[in-house]
T-cell receptor
Framework: DSGVTQTPKHLITATGQRVTLRCSPR?????VYWYQQSLDQGLQFLIQ???????AKGNILERFSAQQFPDLHSELNLSSLELGDSALYFC?????????????FGPGTRLTVL | AQSVTQLDSQVPVFEEAPVELRCNYS??????LFWYVQYPNQGLQLLLK??????LVKGINGFEAEFNKSQTSFHLRKPSVHISDTAEYFC???????????FGAGTQVVVTP
């Protein structure tokens, strides 16, 4: 158990819909990272937040957005969902803004878009 | 631009045999390299990392990796594998100074008795 929690574990929805994925980092960690893992794209970095502020952006679509709240939990919002958004979404956390200290990964949320 | 290539998509290996997983990178900036492992139905876990210093890096569970700057490689090795090492292994390179990682496609290791 990494100490990072993600909810829900599984999510099934339809095209065009909007969903919110939630992540609670390890106690004391200030950075949260979001990753997407799919069969065709592999594991891709989406976005990083540090202490409530966006720190780095990766291959995140404009239909996707994220935020980190004052209690440090983070949410990833996916809208106008397409079939290709079906993937495993991981959240990771690290103690500071430099993710080269170990990133601790949650168990993931499996999103299926029908 | 940085990128990482894992040369083998799947590596079958017998229990107690050695294993080597190959990773090559390209980077135009300082090199930060990582190996993560993903056990079935779990998130990723850090095995080891190279940030600077000794080119031979020792990690958890008996794994080690060697940073070779001239060959732009960071191969992962274990002298004797267990059934429990069956997992997917990801090599990653740091894309900036903050912690943004680019992962390779992964190598599936299947250990059989």
């Amino acid at each position: 158990d990494s100490g990072v929690t993600q909810t829900p574990k599984h999510l099934i929805t339809a095209t065009g819909q909007r969903v919110t994925l939630r992540c609670s980092p390890r106690s004391g960690d200030l950075s949260v990272y979001w990753y997407q893992q799919s069969l065709d794209q592999g594991l891709q970095f989406l976005i990083q937040y540090y202490n409530g502020e966006e720190r780095a952006k990766g291959n995140i679509l404009e239909r996707f957005s994220a935020q980190q709240f004052p209690d440090l939990h983070s949410e990833l919002n996916l809208s106008s969902l397409e079939l290709g958004d079906s993937a495993l979404y991981f959240c990771a956390s690290s103690v500071d803004e430099r993710g080269y200290n170990e990133q601790f990964f949650g168990p993931g949320t499996r999103l299926t878009v029908l | 631009a940085q990128s990482v290539t894992q040369l083998d998509s799947q590596v079958p290996v017998f229990e107690e045999a050695p294993v080597e997983l190959r990773c090559n990178y390209s980077s135009s900036v300082s090199v930060y390299l990582f190996w993560y492992v993903q056990y079935p139905n779990q998130g990723l876990q850090l095995l080891l990392k190279y940030l600077s210093g000794s080119t031979l890096v020792k990690g958890i569970n008996g794994f080690e990796a060697e940073f070779n700057k001239s060959q732009t490689s960071f191969h992962l090795r274990k002298p004797s594998v267990h059934i429990s090492d069956t997992a997917e292994y990801f090599c990653a390179v740091g894309l900036d100074s903050w912690g943004k990682l680019q992962f390779g496609a992964g190598t599936q290791v299947v250990v059989t008795p």
